[in-house]
């Protein structure tokens, strides 16, 4: 079966650059989730985007925006990073708000 | 606000011996509960969802239990392949974050 797809994988970025994170949901799947995981802590809420409109806003900061497209594929981007944004950061898709979530693979960035 | 509390924080079975983890919870309404396998440096892999007290799902040598205020996830007779974390989410029916709220994780080892 699919699985949810995030892009890159790994990166590495120095402080004060940008960044930008893929994620490609399951198919059919209409709402997308965005997280981030510290060292040794659970995952947090940052974003959710229901049938392409932004839903609702976790604990993200202001540095960072999101949007998903007609596709349903969303971006998270980052800017001028700083070092404490250093994390794992995982999408997940759901058909339906609110409903089982299918997470990602994630994307492990690292603040130099 | 919702809370997810998991207990043990760590827990370290031989194999074949059987136990329990446990998440108890807060929530103004609950949607779902949901029981999630995670290895380091991975996106957590979903396992169960519980919608209502009286609620069992199983799977292979997991099943998950669920009262009007904690869970309980049965591994019986664990084989090495099971060690992971393992993390207890909430989601809220009423106005509560799209997003889940995780427990810490129980890390679970099974040695052979």
């Known amino acids: 079966a699919a699985g949810v797809i995030q892009s890159p994988r790994h990166l590495i970025k120095e402080k004060r650059e940008t960044a930008t994170l893929k994620c490609y949901p399951i198919?059919?799947?209409?709402?997308v989730y965005w997280y981030q995981q510290g060292p040794g802590q659970d995952p947090q809420f940052l974003i959710s985007?229901?049938?392409?409109?932004?839903?609702d806003k976790g604990s993200i900061p202001d540095r960072f925006s999101a949007q998903q497209f007609s596709d349903y594929h969303s971006e998270l981007n980052m800017s001028s990073l700083e070092l404490g944004d250093s994390a794992l950061y995982f999408c997940?898709?759901?058909?339906?708000?609110?409903?089982?979530?299918?997470f990602g693979p994630g994307t492990r960035l690292l603040v130099l | 606000e919702d809370q997810v509390t998991q207990s043990p924080e760590a827990l370290r079975l031989q194999e074949g011996e059987s136990s329990s983890l446990n998440c108890s919870y807060t929530?103004?309404?609950?949607?779902?509960l949901f029981w999630y396998r995670q290895d380091p440096g991975k996106g957590p892999e979903f396992l169960f969802t519980?919608?209502?007290a009286g609620e069992e799902k199983e799977k292979e040598r997991l099943k998950a239990t669920l009262t009007k205020k904690e869970s309980f996830l049965h591994i019986t007779a664990p084989k090495p392949e099971d060690s992971a974390t393992y993390l207890c989410?909430?989601?809220?029916?009423?106005?509560?974050?799209?997003?889940?709220?995780f427990g810490k994780g129980t890390h679970l080892i099974i040695q052979p």
């Open positions: 989410a909430v989601s809220d029916s009423g106005g509560g974050a799209d997003g889940l709220t």
């Open positions: 997940a898709s759901s058909w339906g708000l609110k409903e089982t979530q299918y």
């Open positions: 985007f229901y049938e392409k409109m932004q839903s």
């Open positions: 198919p059919r799947h209409d709402t």
């Open positions: 929530v103004s309404g609950l949607r779902g």
């Open positions: 519980l919608y209502s």
